[in-house]
């Protein structure tokens, strides 16, 4: 593995701790990812030196915390190349971004007996707004499904997006399958059809260069405390023409430009979006994120955990009655393996990797769609990221056969 790789567990204070006696091995990156020192410690600067409210005031530590706040766009905008730093808006999560579109920008374009697609794989956060926007709107929701290797049955797609078709929403990486679907061909064949795409990013914007222009996305979401920052700070990109057209749809401070008794107007885009106190101290970790891994750089940083990855797969194929969900090609994972373990639970599975220090995901993941067309109710979930070592990933094998012995009586 590449040298500048080999000490980066230091400035991720948590990785130092103990599992019930046992070194921390920290495999579940797709949920929430580690905080370096130098997040945290620009969060505690801001802190402790220049904490004010954002907008309103007109003395020095004002000034100071929204030039701070406001700078942090300019870094999301270069950070995803897109054009402008306008067209990013601060959400509290992914979550919240897609909700956002789908509330705002959905009730815009659809109406009744219009189609909204979407993947079979998609979490419940890019599912549920457009389950809820067709019922609404009576249109009709969509799914493509996948080849026989789990990946995106591209047929289908082309076969589903018509001319009625008004929105795409789609993952760009499985938090499941690890897959990486082709967003670039998507947003063209939907864009031939007159449809918006909107692309969950969550999965993919911490491990490898996403660049919105040329991907054509209409919309694309991320959150922070996926790619090394805090919880409760996502970002929203959208096209600058599309938020332009776009209604607020919470109201209060920040967000207006003028208000009387019976009228108010609204701010431009994108501070019309963002109302109330926002997450200041997670805007500024979430700069202090993107300067750590542009430091790296994300072309090195998706190589590294594609050798992690390389190097794990076979090892857990090796592993007799475990099941890998998904492509049988290691590069198609993207650092995220799921599988079953014969037939243990995989709450069973997971804890007992806890007792040795192996820290895992288990259950549905908010796809239950997905596991329904898998055939199961939940799986085991590995996810790695560039702080990950080969000595962690040989210590997560050795526990799966711990736990074999354990709960089966199994060695191989």
Sequence with gaps: MPNKFKNLSHDFPILKRKINDEPLVYLDNAATSQTPNQVLNRIGDFYQHSNANVHRGVYTLANEATAAYEQVRNQVAAFINAPSAKSIVYTRSTTDSLNLIATSFGNLVVTQGDEILITIMEHHSNLIPWQQLAKRKHATLRYVELNADQTLDMADLKHKLTNKTKIVAITQTSNVLGVTNPIKEIAKLAHQHQAYIVVDAA????????????????????????????????VCYGKPELLAEMPPVQFGGEMIESVSRTNATWQAAPWKFEAGTPNIGGVIGLGAA???????????????????????????????????????????????????????????????????????????????????????????????????????????????????????????
């Design 203 to 234: 999965q993919s914007v911490a491990h490898q260069k996403v660049d919105v222009q040329d991907l054509d996305a209409d919309f694309l979401t991320f959150s922070g405390h996926k790619m090394l920052a805090t919880t409760g700070i996502g």
């Design 290 to 412: 993107i300067d750590y891994l542009s430091e790296i750089g994300m072309a090195e940083i998706n190589a590294r955990e594609q050798q992690l990855t390389a190097y794990l797969f076979p090892k857990l194929t090796a592993v007799n009655k475990l099941t890998i969900y998904g492509s049988k090609e290691a590069s198609q994972h993207a650092g995220i393996i799921s599988f079953n373990l014969g037939q243990l639970h995989p709450h069973d599975v997971a804890t007992g990797l806890d007792m040795l220090g192996v820290e895992v995901r288990a259950g549905h993941h908010c796809a239950q769609p997905l596991m329904a067309t898998l055939g199961v109710q939940a799986t085991v979930r590995a996810s790695l990221s560039f702080y990950n070592s080969v000595e962690d990933l040989d210590r997560f094998v050795q526990a799966i056969q711990m736990v074999k012995e354990f709960f089966a009586g199994e060695s191989k």
